[in-house]
């Protein structure tokens, strides 16, 4: 589709990122499938009707012979790397599964169910790198959403630095908010002052993890109070991740929307803020 919208054809595209993801797997992931050993020689190639010719491998020890994608993210796929990986980059930047599975429709339904599953499991591997205590201010918010005929609530933490946390809840409990909260520390770092909206969790939830809790009542004080406290950053992070959910919300399950938000907040974390964004995703997708 991409490339019909450029009058090319689709390998003018994704093949360049194909022999790039490549060169990387043969630079840092080498290894047998069955032993693990590196001791590993070049054996020719596999041919490909639609990508180029997938570099085969013979392990010295075992005498194993697999392709480069063996045991790793890309195995199995009928679709280019390079392909795959401008999918899920335009995925989690615009949240439109659906044109996504256009796009890539000739793998069938499985198939592409499948390369979402193991796309988000990875990206999900990664939800504790930002765990760097910094000053301990956060700002919290949840925001409500309808999807497969039930109210969820999408709960969000922001750290001073600007890295987020973000998860789904089915309630909204102060036991559910302290348990988001507990995760969101383990994931970010000690939550030592929290700027919250004045929803009738937090005061309880803060309470029993002994956080300080700061709450701007808006309906009474507007966004920001007199103290200067204010909820302004995670409600920036709302206005701009909203048409983001709302779009890749379509999933069968509670725990598939998990998996997804999830996967987005490591995108915003480890991927959109790097200074080499495609490089960061394609290290993160391309790691065993």
């Known amino acids: 589709m991409l490339a019909k919208a450029f009058g090319v054809p689709g390998y003018f ?4 990122l194909t022999l790039l993801i490549r060169s990387f ?10 032993c693990g050993s590196t001791d590993i020689v070049r054996d020719g190639f596999g041919e490909r009707k639609t990508m180029p010719d997938i570099p085969m ?44 599975r256009e796009w890539i429709r000739g793998l ?21 790198d930002a765990s760097e205590f910094l000053d301990g201010f956060f700002q919290a918010d949840e925001m409500y959403i309808h999807s497969f005929g039930e109210k ?12 987020i946390f973000e998860t789904v809840l089915q309630g909204h409990s102060a036991l559910e908010f302290a348990s988001a909260l507990k995760s969101a520390e383990e994931e ?38 007199e103290k200067g406290v204010h909820s302004n950053g995670v409600e920036n992070l709302w206005s701009h991740d909203r048409a983001w959910i709302e779009a890749a919300r379509g999933y069968g399950s509670i725990e598939t929307l ?20 495609v490089w960061s995703f394609l290290t993160i997708l391309s790691g065993k």
């Open 188 to 225: 970010l770092g000690p939550i030592v002052d929290l700027d919250t909206d004045a929803h009738t969790s937090y005061p309880l939830a803060t309470e029993w993890l002994g956080i300080h809790h700061r709450p701007v009542n808006r309906s009474e004080e507007g966004f920001v109070n």
């Open 57 to 100: 491998l013979e392990c010295n020890d075992c005498g194993r012979d697999f392709c480069l994608r063996a045991d790793t993210i890309f195995y199995w796929k009928h679709a280019s790397e390079g392909e795959l990986f401008i999918a899920s980059w335009i995925f989690f930047g615009m949240g439109s599964r659906g044109w996504t």
């Open 13 to 16: 595209l994704w093949n360049p």
């Open 152 to 163: 969820l609530l999408i709960f969000g933490v922001k750290r001073s630095d600007g890295k």
């Open 108 to 128: 069938g339904e499985f198939c592409c169910s499948e390369w979402f599953r193991r796309l988000e499991k990875k990206l999900v591997e990664y939800a504790g």
């Open 258 to 277: 998990k998996r997804a938000v999830k996967a987005h907040q490591v995108y915003h974390n480890q991927i959109k803020g790097s200074p080499f964004p």
């Open 25 to 34: 797997l043969i630079e840092h992931l080498c290894s047998c499938p069955d």
